[in-house]
């Protein structure tokens, strides 16, 4: 459980797509799997992918919360290959950030709802539904594993703040109607 450097905007490993994992109980997944849970709970994100601590891997941990500040003692959950459904059309946007890139926050848009798919940390094929935060935060892990970062999502770069501006954007955007 040894926290790993996280890579940063700018790394082309961020901008790659990760390979499948051919076999996640191995040693070195297991390893990977551990020192991934260290490095998110020392950056106290909401989730990791393995290409942000320069592993391109189809491996992802995410937070199963609803709402953000909810239950922060919750265990990330490891998901291997992970593929996602999205259940319905509606979309919600909300200011996201990334560990890899620190200090700024974008208005994405994700979808509400999605399915998962994907094998535990033990091979075992698991799955279920996401909604809210915990969808958002599984969204934002699965592009990791495609090469995409949330300003790619983004579809006004306007609306990408430094985190300390974060409530003056969002005051403006509200004024503005401009929340699309
Ligand atoms: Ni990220």
New binding site residues.
């Given amino acids: 459980m040894t926290p790993r450097s996280i890579a940063k905007l700018g790394h082309p490993i961020l901008l790659t797509r990760a390979a499948p994992i051919a076999d996640p109980d191995s040693a070195e997944v297991q390893e990977l799997i551990d020192d991934m849970r260290a490095t998110l709970a020392q950056a106290q994100g909401l989730g990791l992918a393995a290409p ?1 601590v320069f592993r391109s891997l189809r491996l992802i941990l995410a937070l199963p919360i609803a709402e953000r500040g909810e239950r922060p003692d919750a265990e990330p959950l490891a998901l291997v290959n992970p593929e996602l459904t999205p259940l319905g059309d509606t979309m919600e946007a909300a200011f996201e950030g ?3 890139i620190p200090e700024l926050r974008g208005w994405v848009p994700r979808y509400r709802r999605v399915g998962y798919r994907a094998l535990d940390r033990r091979g075992r094929p698991i799955s279920g539904e996401a909604e809210g935060l915990f969808a958002r935060i599984l969204q ?1 892990e699965v592009d ?1 594993l495609d090469g995409i970062l949330f300003p790619m999502r983004m579809s006004d770069l306007r609306h990408l703040a430094f985190t300390d501006e974060v409530h003056h954007l969002a005051r403006w955007m509200a004024q503005e109607g401009n929340q699309a």
């Fill in positions: 942000q990334c560990l890899s934002h990791h």
